[in-house]
């Protein structure tokens, strides 16, 4: 089974490789400080809209921009669900990886604990504004600059 999983993703890799677009939109989201080669192919493959849209319906597209809970007169705490679950999943966990090597999404991470957000607050937070970042840099074509972010 192992095997057949690292076969898949070599010609996965390859595949990607030689494409020129692919591989240039990749190099991008790669440049990101502990962006790992398995969240830049989901977010391409899973988000192909990422570089084409605002950080508002990215955020929503991809199941982590919070959504109201009301009716009438009661207004609801916001909660995140929808969207695209799998990507969900690989942003959770290069957000976790962001928050101890990506500068900008440590301080960032700081900045929220420090005004005594949650802990699942300052996650979800995070992972909004790595998933902006990386629509930014696949909009704009450059590579990752933390003077820029």
Same mark, same amino acid.
């Given at each position: #089974?192992?095997?057949?999983?690292?076969?898949?993703?070599?010609?996965?890799?390859?595949?990607?490789?030689?494409?020129?677009?692919?591989?240039?939109?990749?190099?991008?989201?790669?440049?990101?400080?502990?962006?790992? =080669?398995?969240?830049?192919? %989901? $977010?391409?493959?899973?988000?192909?809209?990422? +570089?084409?849209?605002?950080?508002?319906?990215?955020?929503?597209? $991809?199941?982590?921009? =919070?959504?109201?809970?009301?009716? +009438?007169? /009661?207004?609801?705490?916001? !909660?995140?669900?929808?969207?695209?679950?799998?990507?969900?999943?690989?942003?959770? #966990? $290069?957000? &976790? %990886?962001? #928050?101890?090597?990506? =500068?900008?999404?440590?301080? !960032?991470?700081?900045?929220?604990?420090?005004? +005594?957000?949650?802990?699942?607050?300052? &996650?979800?937070?995070? #992972?909004?504004?790595?998933?902006?970042?990386?629509?930014?840099?696949?909009?704009? /074509?450059?590579?990752?600059?933390?003077?820029?972010?």
């Amino acid at each position: #089974m192992n095997e057949r999983i690292a076969e898949i993703d070599d010609d996965l890799t390859q595949r990607l490789r030689t494409s020129d677009l692919w591989r240039a939109e990749d190099d991008l989201l790669r440049s990101l400080p502990g962006e790992s =080669p398995v969240t830049s192919r %989901t $977010a391409l493959a899973e988000c192909p809209e990422l +570089g084409h849209l605002n950080r508002r319906e990215i955020a929503k597209l $991809a199941g982590v921009a =919070p959504l109201a809970n009301d009716s +009438g007169k /009661r207004h609801g705490k916001r !909660f995140i669900w929808g969207g695209r679950a799998d990507l969900r999943a690989v942003l959770y #966990m $290069a957000t &976790i %990886t962001a #928050m101890r090597c990506n =500068p900008v999404i440590q301080a !960032f991470a700081q900045r929220l604990q420090q005004a +005594g957000k949650l802990a699942k607050v300052v &996650i979800v937070t995070c #992972m909004q504004k790595l998933l902006t970042i990386m629509n930014a840099v696949l909009k704009t /074509r450059t590579r990752w600059d933390p003077e820029i972010a």
